[in-house]
T-cell receptor, first 113, second 110 residues
Framework: EAQVTQNPRYLITVTGKKLTVTCSQNMNHEYMSWYRQDPGLGLRQIYY???????DKGDVPEGYKVSRKEKRNFPLILESPSPNQTSLYFC????????????FGSGTRLTVV | GQNIDQPTEMTATEGAIVQINCTYQ??????LFWYQQHAGEAPTFLSY????GLEEKGRFSSFLSRSKGYSYLLLKELQMKDSASYLC???????????FGAGTRLFVKA
C-alpha cells in the first residue's frame, strides 16, 4: 500500500531533550516536506526536500533540522525542544509533477513540557 | 506577501450544495490545491487547478480565477461524511513551497 509512515504517533518530552520524528515513504517520491499544524494557523511548512541531499527552509524552520540521506526517508530533528514546539506534525510526499497533491503521514502529536 | 483567506466555519444541510471560497495573494503562483481533513486525521488531496476554470470530480468541483486570486470548492449532494475541514493551498513557482490556508470547518446537518 502506498503510504507515508511517521513515528511516533504521540510523544511527550521535556524541554531540551533532543528528539527525532521519523518519516518514510514507499512511493519513490522525490519531494518531501514537514508541516506543523496549530489551531487557527493551519499547516505551516517547516522544511522541504526536492531530492536526496537537497533541502530548504519553509516558513517556520527555527528550532528544527532535517536530513535527506536516502530518497525514502526524511527525519525531523528537534535538537533542543521548547514548549512552543508543542504541535501536530505532518510529513508529506508527492511526485514532482505539479498537479500531484501531497500524500500525508498520519501525524505526530508532540507535547514539550 | 503571502496570504490565503477562507471562512472559518460553514454549516449546510444534507443533500444540499455548498461553496467554500478561498482568496489568495502570492508571488510566483504554480497551482492551487484543495484538501479534506477529518478531525484527528491527516489531510487528503481533493483537487488541483492551475488554469482558470472549473475542474469537476464526481460530487466535488473546484474553480480558479488567477486574475482575481480566487478559488472555490463546490460540494454537491452533501453527505454527513462530508463534515470535515477543507484546506486551500497555493503552490509557488517550482512547486516546492506550498502555503496552506487555516481551513474551513464544514458541518453537515441532517
Amino acid at each position: 500500500e502506498a503510504q507515508v509512515t511517521q513515528n511516533p504517533r504521540y510523544l511527550i518530552t521535556v524541554t531540551g531533550k533532543k528528539l527525532t520524528v521519523t518519516c518514510s515513504q514507499n512511493m519513490n517520491h522525490e519531494y518531501m516536506s514537514w508541516y506543523r499544524q496549530d489551531p487557527g494557523l493551519g499547516l505551516r511548512q517547516i522544511y522541504y526536500s526536492m531530492n536526496v541531499e537537497v533541502t530548504d527552509k519553509g516558513d517556520v524552520p527555527e528550532g528544527y533540522k532535517v536530513s535527506r540521506k536516502e530518497k525514502r526517508n526524511f527525519p525531523l530533528i528537534l535538537e533542543s525542544p521548547s514548549p512552543n514546539q508543542t504541535s501536530l506534525y505532518f510529513c508529506a510526499s508527492r511526485d514532482t509533477g505539479g498537479s500531484y497533491g501531497y500524500t500525508f503521514g498520519s501525524g505526530t502529536r508532540l507535547t514539550v513540557v | 506577501g503571502q496570504n490565503i483567506d477562507q471562512p472559518t466555519e460553514m454549516t449546510a444541510t444534507e443533500g444540499a450544495i455548498v461553496q467554500i471560497n478561498c482568496t489568495y495573494q502570492t508571488s510566483g503562483f504554480n497551482g492551487l490545491f484543495w484538501y479534506q481533513q477529518h478531525a484527528g486525521e491527516a489531510p487528503t488531496f481533493l483537487s488541483y487547478n492551475v488554469l482558470d476554470g472549473l475542474e469537476e470530480k464526481g460530487r466535488f468541483s473546484s474553480f480558479l480565477s488567477r486574475s482575481k486570486g480566487y478559488s472555490y470548492l463546490l460540494l454537491k449532494e452533501l453527505q454527513m461524511k462530508d463534515s470535515a475541514s477543507y484546506l486551500c493551498a497555493v503552490s509557488h513557482t517550482g512547486g516546492f513551497k506550498t502555503i496552506f490556508g487555516a481551513g474551513t470547518r464544514l458541518f453537515v446537518k441532517a
